[in-house]
């Protein structure tokens, strides 16, 4: 059983359009993590949260983290072929290890 | 500039054969940390070390052994493969617990 629920699974939209992606938990972090995965790479982050009701941009990515700290959302803006790839939200607790999500895969038609 | 290296990329084992997978840092972290990832499954922690002489259990540790041979380095060991060891196996470091973590780039694992 995931600690962090991430949806959809998939997601494939053509270019220009926009999407969502969810991570929630019933638990709460300290912090919350998404990751950028593209294929025979390793994962690389792309922003940390750690307030709640935070919302950070990075470009057209934006970033929020729920008030109460269990649940998370990414938005991208006019969606490039270069934002294909898995996403993965983690959450820090209260020790040294990260809860990942299963991971939204996103693929961005031309 | 490096960051976190693992060797080998690819390796196809028999089962039963033992194999050790490699990983090392140069950005002087002191954590480090060993997952697995499966189709539909994300990531899963198979086991950590906070710290250089510290090791601990993961979500998934049953059938693997790991050592933290010096602060930059902490492999993972299969004693005796098995078809359900098939994954891709990642190794990351942070400079301390829930600070954002760096990944390797994988090691792509096949038992049959």
């Known amino acids: 059983t995931q600690l962090l629920e991430q949806s959809p699974q998939f997601l494939s939209i053509q270019e220009g359009e926009n999407l969502t992606v969810y991570c929630n938990s019933s638990?709460?972090?300290?912090?919350l993590q998404w990751y950028r995965q593209e294929p025979g790479e390793g994962p690389v982050l792309l922003v940390t949260?750690?307030?709640?009701?935070e919302v950070k941009k990075l470009k057209r990515l934006t970033f929020q983290f729920g008030d109460a700290r269990k649940d998370s959302s990414l938005h991208i803006t006019a969606a490039q072929p270069g934002d294909t790839g898995l996403y993965l939200c983690?959450?820090?607790?209260?020790?040294?290890?990260?809860?990942f999500g299963a991971g939204t895969t996103v693929t961005v038609r031309a | 500039n490096a960051g976190v290296t693992q060797t080998p990329k690819f390796q196809v084992l028999k089962t039963g054969q033992s194999m050790t997978l490699q990983c090392a840092q140069d950005m002087n972290h002191n954590s480090m940390y060993w997952y697995r990832q499966d189709p539909g499954m994300g990531l899963r922690l198979i086991y950590y070390s906070a710290s250089e002489g510290t090791t601990d259990k993961g979500e998934v540790p049953n059938g693997y052994n790991v050592s933290r041979l010096n602060k930059r380095e902490f492999s993972l060991r299969l004693e005796s493969a098995a078809p359900s060891q098939t994954s891709v196996y990642f190794c990351?470091?942070?400079?301390?617990?829930?600070?954002?973590?760096?990944f390797g780039d994988g090691t792509r694992l096949s038992i049959l």
């Open positions: 638990s709460v972090f300290s912090s």
């Open positions: 990351a470091s942070s400079d301390r617990g829930r600070q954002p973590q760096h």
């Open positions: 949260v750690v307030t709640g009701g």
């Open positions: 983690a959450g820090a607790g209260g020790d040294y290890k990260l809860s």
